[in-house]
């Protein structure tokens, strides 16, 4: 049985994993409306867990707003060490900027596959755009240290 939502200890909402119904104040072990069984254990480790991914979302696109600067450095330190004659630590600096733009762009992805009826819960949307242009700087680095000469 489902205590009364003002009892319930969880930020979000017991949702069924079956249908997504909000399961707020649904007394028995059941779902009303697929009629699917449910342990209220588990609904709260539920809530729970999709309440953190939905953190992660923050930390991801603040970590993301700090990596640009080092990664345009990156670049930039791996440009001059190139015309210096340092073609070896030009291509291991290169390396290291895609890995870090590409590693640093692939936790607000990850950070934004959370279930649908989640979404709403967001305080900030991901920043997909974002991250999609630091993986394109990432794997450009990561091309030119393979590729140029």
Known sequence: MLPPPRDWPEKLPPICEHCQYNLTGVRGDRCPECGNGFLLTNLRQRARETYHSLRRVED?????????????LGWLL????????????????????????????????????????????????????????????????????????
Do not use: H
């Open 60 to 72: 991801a696109n603040e970590n993301l707003d700090i990596c640009v600067m080092p990664c345009v």
């Open 78 to 149: 791996s440009v001059t060490l190139y015309f210096l004659g340092l073609e070896v630590v030009a291509r291991v600096v290169a390396m290291l900027v895609g890995l870090f733009s590409i590693s640093m762009a692939g936790q607000v992805f990850r950070a934004a596959k959370c279930p649908s009826w989640a979404k709403q819960y967001m305080n900030v949307l991901p920043k997909t755009e974002k991250a999609g242009i630091m993986i394109a700087i990432g794997l450009a680095a990561l091309v030119a240290a393979a590729l140029v000469p």
